[in-house]
């Protein structure tokens, strides 16, 4: 197990990787784009040109992606919807770009049209996103979820629903949160509870899916269904730890 954090791309891509360098990280985690807008610019060749720089300076493991926040494949179809494929598209190519192996993405929410509408339309979503990127290694690794709202993925049948239902299930991953699962139920300060929760996985989707883990605590109880992290005071770039396998 490697050790890292999510770190700012702030200033420059390769910025990140000098952040997590700063505090001895293994990893690092970045958004490839603003993270709270739809679509953003390529990096130009000098930033490529920094940022494999700084990646062979540090002898970073590995730095991998998460995905804007705006990115909803469970959404009926709309104008939102039809942005949330082109916006995932663009982010692999800008992953692609950068070397990253894979992309952290939350399934999605339904909006009031249900559970089995929302899991077809992830599904149908990443299929045409893996068309459009074909070329691409790139992989998604869909994160759990609290259950905030009708954010699909606390249970982890929904994230096996998805592998089952994609043409392409080999280009998905699953990236566990410690704080997601608590937050769903999973008592996550016992033995019992752990096993409980990554036996699912390993039943349903396979422990050799697990590309990352996010180790966060929660500021909510146990079962509360509400996204609240608490992070760590190391993480003063507003990160949240990571692992990789």
Known sequence: M????????GGGVWKALQRGAEIQCEIVQIFVKNNMQWFGKPPSPNDLALYANELAAHKLASVFGHTGYLINLGAPASENRDKSVKSLIQEIHFATELGIPFLVMHPGAHLGTGEAAALKQIAAGLDEVFRATKSSPVRIALEN??????????EIKHLAAIFERATKPERLGVCLDTAHFFEAGHDLRTRQGWDAAIGEVDSMIGLEQILAFHLNDSKTDLGSRVTATRVSAREKSGAKLSGIL
């Open 2 to 9: 490697l050790f890292g954090a999510h770190m700012s791309t």
């Open 145 to 154: 979820t609290a259950g905030q709202g009708t954010c699909l993925g606390h």
